[in-house]
């Protein structure tokens, strides 16, 4: 049996939300080792390094471009072993959110979905590139972009710009 949901009482529908991914791309992709062949000689412990960073910009219609970056640095007795960078694109539209929601759903969702394949792209990098394999552990956006709000809320009420980026990491 289906349910069906009652109509507001003003006589109008209610906004329906709806959210489509048209399209995933790799917009720049890149991998360096500085110090090669030498570094594949070397005996020590690699540290490895993770930047992580996104933005949202609007392009036309109600359509988001969502680039998620990851940036991983390996070291290797203080000299770079490798950096492998992967700007992971999609394209995303919206219908229906408000200014909270959408900016929730871009800081949440969209770097979910992007997140394994920019995760993927850096393991081949650093496999093809004669390094050990590198498995970056999953990223809880939701609690990234909710520590982000709460720091954006302290600095309001500290006087800040009042500015909310969507998520820094």
Known sequence: ??????????????PQMQMALQKIY??????EVPNAPKVFQ???QPQVQ???????????????????TLTVTCTLNERTAYLAEVHQAGVFSFVGFDQ???????????????????????SDLVLNGGFPPLLLQ???FDALYAQQQ????????????GEKPILNA
């Open 1 to 14: 049996m289906a349910e069906e949901t009652p109509a507001p009482s003003n006589g109008q529908a209610a």
């Open 26 to 31: 790799a917009r720049d992709v890149s991998f």
């Open 42 to 44: 070397e005996e020590g």
């Open 50 to 68: 993770l930047n992580l960073s996104h933005k949202a910009n609007a392009i036309e219609g109600e359509n988001y471009e969502v680039i998620l």
């Open 100 to 122: 909270q929601n959408l900016s929730a759903v871009l800081a949440t969702y969209c770097p979910n979905v992007l997140f394994p394949f920019a995760r993927q792209t850096i």
């Open 138 to 140: 999953p990223i809880n």
């Open 150 to 161: 709460q720091q954006a809320q302290q600095q309001g009420q500290l006087g800040g710009d």
